[in-house]
């Protein structure tokens, strides 16, 4: 219901943990509906128009969509006559839903009726069919005409859990064989990267709060090493909340590291991340379209990981599908340019620009690139442009975008 209203669904479920006393299964339970619901909205929306004569109100809405969504899987997580008694036992339990809880009942009896006729007819449309906005679709084919179904369906299925090993704790064979010790099955996917085939909260990672160890995904663990940087450089992470590469790049060499995020409330969680990792750096909340922040000494290295999209990374953000709006991506792409242009000045002569997103959108990504580079006669080195998130056992990774420059010497 927040979701359609424009909250972020963390931010949502924030909201609700805060206001209700839950056990921690019972929160992961929540957020598990959650992200099923949103992985399935396209769906479960047209089925509430087949089934419902007028639109409900947000709330009931909700409540049936929920519903609708584990009544509709495959295979099924739930048996179909528990979801139908909690759906009314939750209305029942609800002010504002309380008189609707006869109509729950009969719209979600007449679906499972119907099931079998219901489901093929809504997935004649392309919004219930791959569960995404009719824009993102059309805009996702237009991109890229050849994968846009593989990217699509990849984005609708929820992400592996993917380490990076902490080169100064462990290596990648050693901390595999702890993982073996615990029967905790995993493989090598990168350099520094662990796919464990089971999920599991971080609690139960070894060595997680030594710092031995950092969840991120395989594609964002390639910005370090294409930085290139060596012990004694001066680096500027420009947009570095909540601290992934942050972490990567100061486990891979001693740097003088200034770590720059617009977001304070999102920098806090920078500094827990380097606490854990036992690495230093200079946090500083201001934004990287200005200079008050600098101290007018050129950076060596900068990595621009510039606010976008976010569409190369729905698999773990279900929401963000519904949450955009078609003008986003020419928006974001007029700032992060003017993000760059401010970065550049600020780079030493023969230094390196890393350009990331994790969009999928050209406007965003490679054509930024290209007008940059054009702009400020800027050296293009080798990076790997745009990876499409495929989630086939070689590429399973986010969307992410690479571009690097380098600065011409005096
Ligand atoms: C894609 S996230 C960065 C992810 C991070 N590099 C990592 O690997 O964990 C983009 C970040 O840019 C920040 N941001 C957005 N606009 C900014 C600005 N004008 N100046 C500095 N940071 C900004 C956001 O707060 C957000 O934390």
Redesign the pocket.
């Known amino acids: 219901m927040q979701v359609e209203s424009g909250t972020a669904l963390p931010r949502a479920l924030a909201d609700v943990f805060d206001s209700m006393q839950a056990t921690p299964a019972a929160r992961g339970a929540i957020q598990d509906l959650s992200y099923r619901s949103m992985r399935n909205w396209g769906c479960s929306q047209a089925l509430l128009a087949a089934l419902t004569e007028k639109q409900p109100y947000p709330k009931l809405k909700t409540l049936l969509c929920c519903a609708l969504t584990l009544l509709a899987e495959t295979t099924p997580t739930y048996a179909q006559h528990t979801v139908v008694d909690q759906a009314v036992v939750a209305a029942e339990a609800d002010f504002e839903l309380t008189r609707a809880k006869g109509m729950v009942n009969a719209v979600l009896r007449r679906f499972l009726r119907e099931r079998s006729t219901l489901l093929p007819l809504v997935s004649q449309r392309a919004e219930a069919r791959w569960n995404y906005p009719q824009w993102w679709i059309d805009k996702a084919k237009a991109a890229w005409p050849a994968q846009w179904r593989e990217i699509l369906a990849a984005g609708n299925t929820p992400a592996p859990l993917t380490l990076r090993v902490n080169q100064r704790k462990a290596s990648v064979e050693d901390y595999l064989a702890i993982l073996a010790q615990q029967d905790m099955a995993a493989m090598q996917i990168g350099p520094q990267a662990i796919r464990l085939a089971q999920p599991v909260p971080v609690s139960r990672i070894p060595h997680f709060s030594e710092g031995w160890v950092s969840v991120q995904d395989a594609a ?1 663990q390639l ?1 370090a090493p294409l930085l290139d940087v060596a012990d004694g450089m001066r680096v500027l ?10 972490g990567h790049l100061l486990e891979t060499a001693k740097l003088d590291l200034l770590a ?4 304070a409330k ?1 920098l806090e969680r920078v500094a827990q991340n380097l606490a854990r990792l036992q690495l230093p750096a200079q946090l500083i909340a ?4 200005g200079r008050s922040w600098w101290d007018g000494k050129p950076f060596d290295r900068i ?1 621009a ?4 999209t976010a569409s190369g990374i729905v698999r773990r953000h279900p929401d963000i599908r519904w949450l955009r709006r078609p003008s986003d991506s020419r928006q974001l792409a007029k700032q992060s340019s003017a ?1 760059l242009d401010n970065l550049w000045g600020m780079l030493k002569p023969d230094g390196k620009l890393l350009l990331v997103t ?1 969009s999928l959108w050209p406007e965003e990504s490679a054509q930024q690139a290209d007008a940059f580079a054009e702009r400020h006669q800027a050296l293009r080195l080798n990076a790997p442009g745009q990876l499409l998130p495929l989630a086939t056992p070689e590429q399973d990774h986010d969307g992410l975008f690479y571009a690097l420059f380098q600065k011409p010497p005096v």
């Open positions: 964002a910005a992470d420009a947009c570095a909340a909540p601290g992934g590469k942050t720059l995020d617009q977001d999102r201001g934004d990287a379209l990595l990981d510039v606010p976008c993000m994790c």
